[in-house]
Structures are given as structure tokens and as C-alpha cells.
């Protein structure tokens, strides 16, 4: 009996030194983070092997943001300065680059954690400071979110994303999704305190980039840029034209109005329609070809009609181009839009590949887009009439 007892005691303790140990080997010491390679994160900024490694493909692509930062610094255009504070199970590591003039550009926050053999595994704060945050799966996607998320944009999204994908034939690849404030929070997200760069950038997202997506504002809805995302995993040859109008043909708007949604298609379409109507009111001529070439800012912002349901950015040349791509939808299918999206880069690409689809050139460009957008108004105005009826 003793010697049983004994035999536990003696094991117990054992145990006890054991995870003592493996604790000390993992936390974080200020000699520890003072052995951080300085020396190495150029090479880590550019994707170099070495000492210093990313932890996950999210902070793989976001550290080549530090780039252009490393190579102003290594050609003494910028000042660098590095800081490291233990923390519990890492060193809190710092970067901060400072113009000629001692004006900040940049302040990131990673963190660092020793491994063996002198390696060093480098990572976002985003799960650290997401850790209290809610998820909910639909789908293929996990949202990530704060306080509430909006179940039925999630779910449209959701089936939207799923369907764009097999659309290219691609697999629906899962994603994280984080429902964020405005860009700024995104940055804090991961880490970066301040960006000269982007301190007046309020209104944009981030993703798809490594399976990952920060809302545009806090829209869970992020179908414009899943097109971009699957059409470049199969057209060697973009047009960008036409995938930015298969963009808002599928997707959405990708900015965000007043109701803090992106507008789809149809509601696009409507302002469009009373847009059109308006300024036919007032004597204005209606120039398709002019409207497209010139892509003047605000263009909505004309209307007062339905001027709340449009984000101030959104794109007329765009929204041009989505009523091309759904006539060659509707007329040569899906294999004639996916050819359309891969005519080549440019402008002249784009015009020529809707002339040999649609027929469509410079010279009746005008003539044909009157005549598309009078048959989506009568197509409107049956399904209402149709709706009312019944």
C-alpha cells in the first residue's frame, strides 16, 4: 500500500514538473522577445524563407502590405522602428515607420512567438481581439460578429456565394466572414494602429483573401467581390469592364447607401429607370455612350426619387455594362458570359466582343441601350401589373 502510494505521489509530481516545464517553454520573457531577429523582416515581409514565418495564409498576405514599408526603409526613405513586450504566451511585437519629416506612416501590431531551432511564428491580433465575439455558420460561411448580425442578408449571401461559385465551377470553399464597423475597424482588427495611407478610408472591404471577408460597413452581404474572387480562379484573360457588370449583375452594388445595404441589380435598375425618366423631363439628353466613356462620379446623386437606396459610389458604366452582360446571358448563356468576361484587357476588348455577341458598337450604341432599358421598363410594369392582378 505504500509503496502504490507512494508510486502515485512520485508520478503526480512528475506530472507537476512536466507541465511546469512545458509552461516555461512557451511563455514569453523579456530576454526572450529581446532575441526577436531584427535582421529578418524584410525577408519575412517578402515572403523569403527564414527565421521569422507567418502563422497562417491571413497573416502571410496581409505582412506583403509591409512591402513598399521595408523597401523605403532599406533605402533609408523611411525610419523603422521595432518594439517587443512579453506577454503571457507571446512578445507583443510592434512596427513603426516614420517619414523624413518624423511623421508617422505606419504603427502594426503583431504578435511574435519563439519556436524551436530560433524560428519565430508571426500573427495577427485578430483572433485575440475577436475572442468575445459571436459565430453563426450558414452555409459555407461563418460570420463573425460583435453584437447582432443580420440572419437575412447572411442567408441571401450565403446561398448567393454558394451559387456564384458553382456557376464557375469552382468548389464552395468555406470562409470567415467578419461583420465590421467601417474599414478602420478592420485595421484595428489586425492590429495596425494607424495608416497614413488609409486614414481617410472609411467606406471599402477587405476579401476574399486567404478564405477570408471584413464587411463592407457591416453588410453581410459581399456577393461583388465573390465574382471577382471566382472569375479569377478560371479567366486567364479578364475583362474588367464585363466582370465588373456581371459584378452588379450577380452581386451587388459593393457600396453601401443609407439603409446600410449594397443595392442589387433590380433596385439599381428601378433608380436607373426614373433616373432616365427624370432628366427626359427636364429636356437632357440621354447619351448611353457618353455616360459610359465619362463614369462621372455621383451619378445617381442627380435623382432625388430613389436616391437613399444608391451609395454615392455606385458605378453608371457598371451598371451599363451589367444590361450588356444580361442580354449576351440571356441570348448565348452562360458559356457566352464567361467568354465576354475572358475578351482580353480593356476597353476595346470589351466593345469588341459585344459588337461580334450583340451587334452592339459605338456608332448604335445609344440606339440599343434605349431600346434594352424600354424593355426592362415594360417588363417592370407587366410584373406589377401581373402582381396587382392576382
Known amino acids: 500500500m ?47 524563407e527564414g527565421v521569422i514565418q507567418p502563422a497562417n495564409p491571413l497573416s502571410q498576405k496581409l505582412s506583403r502590405w509591409l512591402v513598399d514599408y521595408e523597401e523605403a526603409f532599406s533605402q533609408q526613405k523611411l525610419k523603422r522602428n521595432v518594439a517587443l513586450k512579453a506577454e503571457s504566451t507571446h512578445c507583443r511585437l510592434t512596427l513603426s515607420y516614420y ?7 505606419l504603427r502594426w501590431q503583431w504578435t511574435a512567438k519563439a519556436g524551436a531551432d530560433g524560428q519565430w511564428l508571426i500573427d495577427l491580433p485578430l483572433q485575440a ?3 468575445t465575439w459571436k459565430t453563426q455558420r450558414i452555409g459555407a460561411v461563418t460570420y463573425h460578429f460583435e453584437n447582432s448580425l443580420n440572419t437575412t442578408r447572411a442567408q441571401r449571401f450565403a446561398t448567393k456565394y454558394a451559387n456564384i461559385a458553382e456557376t464557375f465551377q469552382q468548389e464552395v470553399e468555406a470562409i470567415d466572414f467578419y461583420i465590421v464597423d467601417d474599414y478602420q475597424h478592420f485595421l484595428s482588427l489586425v492590429g495596425i494602429d494607424f495608416s497614413a495611407k ?33 472569375a479569377a480562379k478560371v479567366h486567364s484573360q479578364r475583362n474588367w469592364p464585363a466582370e465588373e457588370g456581371v459584378a452588379y449583375l450577380w452581386g451587388n452594388a459593393y457600396y453601401t447607401n443609407k439603409q446600410a445595404y449594397a443595392a442589387d441589380y433590380p433596385e439599381m435598375m428601378q433608380a436607373l429607370l426614373e433616373l432616365v425618366e427624370d432628366k427626359k423631363q427636364q429636356g437632357e439628353p440621354i447619351d448611353w455612350l457618353r455616360w459610359w466613356q465619362d463614369n462621372p ?94
Open 129 to 131: 481581439n475577436t475572442n
Open 99 to 105: 517619414d523624413q519629416n518624423e511623421q508617422l506612416s
Open 297 to 390: 462620379k455621383a451619378f445617381f446623386a442627380e435623382t432625388t426619387t430613389n436616391a437613399p437606396n444608391m451609395a454615392p459610389e455606385t458605378s453608371i458604366r457598371a451598371l451599363i455594362s451589367a444590361m450588356l452582360c444580361e442580354q449576351v446571358w440571356q441570348q448565348h448563356g452562360i458559356k457566352g458570359l464567361k467568354q465576354l468576361m475572358n475578351a482580353g484587357r480593356g476597353e476595346a476588348a470589351f466593345f469588341a466582343a459585344i459588337e461580334s455577341t450583340l451587334g452592339i458598337s459605338s456608332k448604335n450604341f445609344n440606339q440599343r441601350l434605349d431600346s434594352i432599358i424600354n424593355q426592362y421598363r415594360s417588363a417592370l410594369e407587366s410584373a406589377i401589373t401581373n402582381k396587382t392582378l392576382h
Open 198 to 230: 488609409y486614414q481617410n478610408n472609411r467606406r471599402d472591404g477587405y476579401g476574399i483573401v486567404a478564405n477570408t471577408i471584413f464587411s463592407v460597413m457591416q453588410d453581410p452581404d459581399f456577393s461583388h467581390d465573390t465574382v471577382h474572387y471566382y
Open 2 to 48: 505504500r509503496n502504490s502510494l507512494l508510486l502515485a505521489t512520485l508520478s503526480a509530481l512528475s506530472i507537476n514538473l512536466l507541465l511546469s516545464t512545458e509552461t516555461q517553454a512557451h511563455a514569453s520573457t523579456p530576454s526572450t522577445c529581446k532575441a526577436f531577429p531584427h535582421d529578418s523582416i524584410t525577408r519575412w515581409a517578402t515572403g523569403e
